[in-house]
């Protein structure tokens, strides 16, 4: 599954567990989300370490993160 084919979902959840913990992996994954996505869609995460408000700074839509 390539990240360009999923312009047209609403929710983005990243759950990937070789990512969990890896701030700068997590920041490369949102940024390249975040210039695909639709600017309604929300961009999730099930990080339990990393604050939600930090992987935010990595777009430009950080209130939907």
Known sequence: ???????SIFLF?????????NVDLKHKIFSQLDLIAPP?????????????T???????RPEKV
């Open 54 to 60: 930090l992987i935010g700074k990595a777009t430009k």
């Open 1 to 7: 599954l390539e990240i360009r084919n999923l312009k």
């Open 40 to 52: 309604h869609a929300i961009l999730a995460s099930n990080t339990s370490s990393i604050p939600i």
């Open 13 to 21: 959840f990243q759950k990937f567990k070789a990512v969990s913990e």
